[in-house]
């Protein structure tokens, strides 16, 4: 299988213009997630300092500047090893319909449901083996817990795919493409493995809010992500940064969405 090959120039310019697309997006999911975060974790949110709205308009306005600049540092990385954003670039450079039978939409968002359907089954294997909850996630009706995992869905689809995926995994196989030239295979998989296992960590001080930290948890909390990670990596490798966050968006939809409606009391 050999690697992509590079994508076509585009200016500075250019990418910085998507870069503000999907820091404007970005910036929008972190307020849709907030939600969520209180149903999560209540107590942290009963000693906020200041007001709940300033504290969603501050972290808004940093991951738009933040988001945004890490946006625009993958794609530039990206068109040395083929990786980036083409769906966007479509629209908004080269004012074009993207090549969507090549993205193959509905096969992403089924395999982003797979992997969210595969995360529940290894859940129901491990979760007998954690530890009671420390701070149980504050209780909520289905429907509920449905809207509030719909709207958390944006933020891990949007936010996280743009830190793990089109930044972090494409400046691991930038920096190889740089020390040898064009980046064999193994280098993208190394790059998606990283990223997977970067991810699960991401996700350790929610785990460990809920439940404390012990072997079990972070276990739990690096194999279930990692297998998700390892899916959006290989669709971002494949397919571009808007696959993996249709496929982490499906994949969202069935953890949090459909999850709580139809297994109520499933761990978050």
């Avoid at 996630?137 to 509030?148: C, D, E, F, M, W």
């Avoid at 743009?162 to 494409?170: G, V």
């Amino acid at each position: 299988m050999s690697a992509p090959p590079s994508s076509p120039p585009s200016s500075a310019l250019q990418d910085l213009k998507l870069a503000a697309a999907w820091g404007a997006l970005a910036a929008l999911s972190v307020a849709a997630v907030v939600p969520y975060l209180m149903q999560l974790m209540p107590e942290r949110f009963a000693r906020l300092p200041l007001p709940l709205g300033v504290v969603v308009a501050m972290q808004a306005a940093q991951a738009l500047v933040l988001l945004g600049l890490l946006s625009w540092l993958g794609l530039r990385m990206g068109h040395r090893v083929g990786l980036g954003s083409p769906v966007l670039r479509a629209w908004l450079v080269l004012r074009t319909l993207p090549d969507w039978a090549r993205l193959r939409p509905l096969q992403t968002m089924l395999l982003g449901m797979a992997a969210g359907a595969a995360i529940l089954g290894l859940s129901a294997l491990v979760d007998g083996f954690l530890p009671p909850a420390v701070h149980p996630p504050a209780q909520a009706t289905a429907g509920a817990s449905a809207l509030n995992g719909l709207l958390a869905s944006f933020y891990g689809g949007i936010a996280e795919e743009l830190q793990l995926r089109l930044f972090l995994m494409t400046l691991l196989v930038w920096v190889v493409a740089r020390r040898r030239g064009a980046p064999p295979p193994s280098a993208y998989w190394v790059a998606i493995a990283v990223a997977a296992l970067l991810f699960g960590a991401g996700h350790l001080p929610a785990a460990a809010h809920v439940w404390g930290l012990d072997a079990a948890v972070v276990a739990r909390t690096l194999l279930l992500n990692g297998v998700g990670g390892m899916v959006f990596g290989w669709l971002y490798w494949k397919r571009g940064i808007e696959m993996a966050m249709l496929a982490h968006f499906a994949a969202d939809l069935v953890l949090h969405v459909l999850a709580p409606v139809l297994l109520p009391g499933t761990a978050p």
